[in-house]
C-alpha cells in the first residue's frame, strides 16, 4: 500500500499535468446553476432544460473503458456522472480519466437523464477542475477510526460520516429554534462582552489573559449574567444571549472547557414563572426536533408530554443517601459520608459543595424522567433571591434530564444589600482556598443600587441539550471543534 506521501506526490504530478495544459486547477469562479437537491427535487423540469451545469467533490470512481462512472456531492446531496469518450472526445476524457482524484472538486456541464438500472444522472458533455485535493480521504467504509483524530480533523469527520453531518444540522435546528421560540415571546437578542474584567455571574474557575493597550488582566466570561441584569436596569424587560462561556476546569463526557450555553432573564418574573416557561420551551423544542413528545437517550425513553416531576434537593438527598436530616448535616458529617459513598473531598471544599457532589454522585445519575430540583440552601448560589417563607432556601431551580443537568435557574436576588454581603462572604471562600468563586463586582452593585426589578434568570445548556435530542454520550460529539490537548 502506497504512503500518504507517495500519495500526495502522484496528486501533485496530476495538479502539473493540469497546469500543462493551461488549466488552473484553483480558478476563481464556478458557473454551477443546478443543486444535486433541485435535480433529485425537480428532475423532469430539469430534463426538459437540455443543458444543466452541476458539481461537486468527487466521492467515487469507477471506469469502463470508454465510459465513466463517478459520484459526486455538493453538499446538498449525491448524485451520479457519467462520461462517454466519444461525447467528449478522446483528449477531454482522457484528461478526467488521468487527473481527476476521489475528492476533487469538478464542475459538470450536461443534461439529465435516467440509466438502464434507473438512476438519475448528468451526461457530462463538458467538465472543469475547481479545485484539486491533494491528499486522499479516509477509506469509505472505515472513516476516521481514532476518535482523537475525529475531533482534530472534523471536517472528514462530517465529510465520510452522514449520521454525523446530521448531528450538527439538528445542532443548528436547535438553536435557531431556541432563538426563533425566545424572540417570539417578546425576548431581545443581545451581545455581551466575552473579555470581562472580573469573571462573574458564577462559581466556576475562568481563563485568565492580559491586555497589553490597557496594561489590564482580562477574563474570558464564565458566564454572560451580570451584564444581562445590568440590562434589566436599563429598562430592558426580556433579554436572552446564546453563546459561548469558557471554565478553566476538567474535560469529561459533560464538560468542555468552551461551551454554549442560552441565557434569558425576565423583569417582573420569578422562577416559579420561568420554571412554567423552561417546561414549555423544552416541550416545544422537542416536537420541533423529533415531531412527538419523547427522547430515547442511552437507550431509556422519556416524554416530556406529562408535567415534569419535582423534587427538592433535600428530599433527593434523603431518598438516595440514607441521611434522614440532610438539612441539618455538618460539612464534617457530609465529608464522611462522601468518603463512604466514593465522593472525593479537599480541605477546601465547603459544605454545599461536599453536597453538590455527593447529589452528583448518587442522584443525578437516576434522575431520567424531566426532573425539577427545587428548595437549594442558600449557600449554593450567591444570585439567587431567598424564599420568604423559607429564608435559608433559594428560590431555585434545575432541570435535570436522562441524568444530564440541563438548565440552572432561579428568582435574582435584587437586594445591593445582601449582595454585597453575599459577595464578602464569596471572598472569604477564596481565601480560605476556594477556586470557584463569584469576587465582589463593584460595578454591578452600583448598578443594583440604582434599582433592579425582580426577575427570573435560567441558564440553558445548549450542548447538553443537543446530546439528549442526539442520544449522544460526550459533549465533544456535539460540539464541532472540542477542546483537545495539543499533539506534540
Do not use: C
Request: net charge negative.
Amino acid at each position: 500500500m502506497a504512503s500518504l506521501e507517495e500519495l500526495r506526490t502522484e496528486r501533485m504530478k496530476k495538479l502539473e499535468q493540469l497546469r500543462s495544459h493551461g488549466i488552473d486547477p484553483y480558478p476563481g469562479d464556478s458557473r454551477i446553476d443546478t443543486a444535486v437537491s433541485d435535480a433529485v427535487s425537480r428532475f423532469e423540469e430539469f430534463v426538459e432544460k437540455k443543458k444543466v451545469i452541476m458539481g461537486g467533490r468527487v466521492m467515487t470512481l469507477r471506469g469502463q473503458g470508454a465510459i465513466l462512472f463517478f459520484n459526486f456531492n455538493d453538499g446538498t446531496g449525491l448524485f451520479q456522472g457519467m462520461l462517454k469518450e466519444d461525447e467528449l472526445g478522446k483528449e477531454t476524457f482522457d484528461l478526467f480519466s488521468e487527473t481527476v482524484d476521489i475528492g476533487d472538486f469538478v464542475e459538470l456541464e450536461g443534461s439529465l437523464f435516467v440509466t438502464k438500472r434507473g438512476e438519475k444522472t448528468i451526461l457530462v458533455s463538458a467538465w472543469r477542475m475547481l479545485a484539486k485535493s491533494l491528499r486522499p480521504l479516509p477509506d469509505k467504509w472505515h472513516g476516521l477510526q481514532d476518535v482523537e483524530e475525529r475531533f482534530r480533523r472534523r471536517y472528514l469527520d462530517t465529510l465520510m460520516s452522514p449520521a454525523v453531518r446530521e448531528r450538527f444540522i439538528i445542532r443548528s435546528k436547535i438553536q435557531a429554534f431556541l432563538r426563533l421560540f425566545l424572540i417570539r415571546e417578546g425576548y431581545l437578542e443581545v451581545e455581551t462582552p466575552i473579555l470581562q474584567p472580573l469573571a462573574g455571574g458564577a462559581t466556576a474557575e475562568p481563563f485568565k489573559t492580559h491586555h497589553q493597550a490597557l496594561g489590564a488582566e482580562l477574563y474570558l466570561r464564565i458566564a454572560p449574567e451580570l451584564y444581562l441584569k445590568e440590562l434589566l436596569v436599563g429598562g430592558f424587560n426580556k433579554v436572552f444571549e446564546m453563546g459561548r462561556n469558557f471554565r478553566n476546569e476538567g474535560i469529561d463526557v459533560t464538560h468542555n472547557p468552551e461551551f454554549t450555553m442560552l441565557e434569558f432573564y425576565e423583569a417582573y418574573a420569578d422562577a416559579r414563572r420561568q420554571e412554567a416557561f423552561v417546561e414549555t420551551l423544552i416541550r416545544a423544542t422537542v416536537k420541533e426536533i423529533t415531531g412527538g413528545h419523547e427522547i430515547v437517550y442511552d437507550n431509556q425513553t422519556m416524554s416530556v408530554k406529562e408535567p415534569f416531576e419535582r423534587i427538592s434537593f433535600f428530599d433527593l438527598l434523603k431518598r438516595d443517601t440514607g441521611i434522614k436530616e440532610p438539612h441539618s448535616f455538618s460539612r464534617d458529617e457530609y465529608a464522611e459520608k462522601a468518603q463512604v459513598l466514593g465522593v472525593e473531598v479537599k480541605k477546601t471544599d465547603a459544605r454545599e459543595k461536599i453536597m453538590d457532589n455527593i447529589y452528583k454522585k448518587v442522584s443525578r445519575p437516576k434522575l431520567i424522567r424531566p426532573t425539577f430540583i427545587v428548595d437549594y440552601p442558600l449557600s449554593f448560589s450567591p444570585f439567587a433571591k431567598r424564599q420568604t417563607e423559607n429564608p435559608e432556601l433559594l428560590n431555585r431551580f434545575q432541570l435535570v434530564m436522562g441524568g444530564l443537568e440541563v438548565v440552572n435557574a432561579f428568582s435574582e436576588l435584587n437586594d445591593p444589600i445582601e449582595q454585597r454581603a453575599r459577595y464578602i462572604d464569596q471572598d472569604k471562600k477564596k481565601k480560605a482556598g476556594e477556586g470557584e468563586v463569584s469576587p465582589s463586582d463593584e460595578s454591578y452593585l452600583e448598578a443594583m443600587e440604582y434599582g433592579m426589578p425582580p426577575a427570573g434568570g435560567v441558564g440553558l445548556g445548549v450542548d447538553r441539550l443537543v446530546m439528549l435530542l442526539t442520544d449522544t454520550k460526550n459533549i465533544r460529539e456535539v460540539i464541532l471543534f472540542p477542546t483537545l490537548k495539543p499533539k506534540e
